[in-house]
């Protein structure tokens, strides 16, 4: 099994670009299919494809969103039709309206294809006859659990699953019916992918994924334990803030109740807290954290909270990154995955750092996830380009000559 790291700097534009700049390139590798000007990741999809039509096996590709699955499909569909490797292929979409877009962006590609037209049964017949005169065929996901395989499940030499992560398991069942390659693909980050789409492989994680690589969290932050305590040596009133999870609300630190003493204090010297430090709660609630704000100084914070304090890019940006919807999915679910124990379930924090946090996916995923207003200011492009390039130091996205 392969899985390739973003390692071309091609896919990361520069970000001082202008969107309509980026927007061209973007556009100019999309409309064409010479094979030289392909990216590796996408020959290597390529080829991949073509070996699993040649032994009609199962490959389940993992690609970023906006890195070409339409280009990966077309092209290896149009080198098997023109080397005979295939006679009929069948591509399954989720929705109508991707339907019509793989059909406009294949004739693009001068790759002819039809659309699976919704028929009653008395023309089952003619359905049958209509796919085996057609190379290509576009299918919505409904007609494919309908008809497809009903009326032709033999028919077809390879088998492309777009959104694969769509299917539901009565989906995969009715897929066990045909004889020909399954070709799954998914903009799903590895972490996420589920155990019936896996298991329908027969994979622990996809034959080949790029552009959705990780890093384990010791490797941006060094992680502690907050401070272990005795119920005397909390105060109702005090200098030093106590943060316990109850007081984390929205990824804030709401209004504190509790106190650390000064034995507490002393006792626990080198895990007082800094602005940008993250706790997260590491028992029964393990999503909640919150980012410490100079408001929220000085403090400590209670044994039930982790402490993440960030050594390699800034520590805002790392929480805005945990805080998105993406990583924070695949981020709670290693967390819910790692818990043990009862009647109170936790997190060890051994486990924690070695937990992997999922890599932006692209140049337009790294503005999204900094948060920057795309209004065109200057000091709007400057922070962008600060946070980006603490974030790209990091993951070792590309060379500094490059830089």
């Known amino acids: 099994m392969h899985n390739a790291i973003i390692h071309d700097t091609r896919i990361l534009l520069p970000v001082l670009l202008t969107m309509k700049k980026a927007t061209a390139k973007k ?21 991949l494809i073509k070996r699993m039509s040649a032994s009609r096996g199962k490959a389940l590709i993992s690609i970023a969103p906006g890195y070409g699955r339409t280009i990966i499909i077309a092209l290896a569909l149009k080198e098997l039709l023109k080397e005979k490797g295939i006679e009929h292929a069948l ?20 790759l002819e294809s039809s659309k699976l037209a919704s028929r009653s049964e008395k023309h089952s017949v003619k359905l049958e006859d209509e796919l085996k005169n057609t190379s290509v065929v576009v299918s919505t996901l409904a007609m494919f659990r309908k008809r497809v395989c009903e009326v032709a499940p033999d028919l077809f030499d390879v088998v492309f699953f777009d959104e694969c992560h769509e299917l539901s398991e009565n989906d995969w069942k009715t897929a ?6 399954v070709i799954g693909l998914t903009a799903t980050h590895p972490s996420l992918i589920s155990g019936k789409v896996l298991s329908f492989f027969n994979l622990q994680k996809p034959t080949y994924s790029y ?26 009133e005090g200098k030093w803030k106590f943060i316990r ?12 109740k509790t106190f650390a003493s000064d034995k507490l204090i002393e006792k626990n010297r080198k895990k007082t807290l800094k602005v940008g430090d993250i706790v997260l709660q590491n028992a029964f609630n393990f999503g909640k954290m919150a980012i410490i704000q100079e408001k929220d100084l000085p403090a400590m914070a209670s044994t039930n909270l982790f402490v993440i304090r960030s050594t390699t890019i800034t520590p805002k940006f790392l929480f805005d990154h945990l ?14 995955d790692l818990a043990h124990g009862t009647p109170i379930r936790h997190i060890s924090l051994r486990d924690v750092r070695e937990i992997l946090v999922p890599l932006p996916f ?28 603490h974030l790209r130091s990091a993951y070792e996205l590309y060379s500094a000559s490059e830089e």
């Open 27 to 47: 556009t100019t590798l999309f409309h064409s299919i010479n094979r030289s000007i392909l990216f590796q990741y996408q020959k290597d999809c390529v080829e």
């Open 91 to 110: 591509i399954v979409v989720p929705r109508k309206i991707l339907e019509e877009q793989f059909i406009q962006n294949f004739a693009r590609y001068s």
């Open 176 to 181: 066990e019916r045909l004889k020909s390659a």
């Open 211 to 236: 552009g959705m690589a990780s890093v384990k969290l010791k490797e941006l932050a060094n992680v502690f334990i907050g401070a272990n305590y005795n119920s005397d040596e909390l105060l109702n």
């Open 245 to 256: 999870p109850r007081d984390i609300k929205e990824g804030l630190v709401v209004k504190v």
């Open 323 to 336: 805080q998105s919807k993406v990583v924070a999915a695949a981020f709670r679910k290693q967390l819910e």
């Open 362 to 389: 692209s140049e337009e995923h790294l503005w999204k996830f900094a948060d920057i207003r795309r209004s065109g200011n200057i000091e709007d492009f400057i922070k962008a380009r600060n946070e980006i390039a």
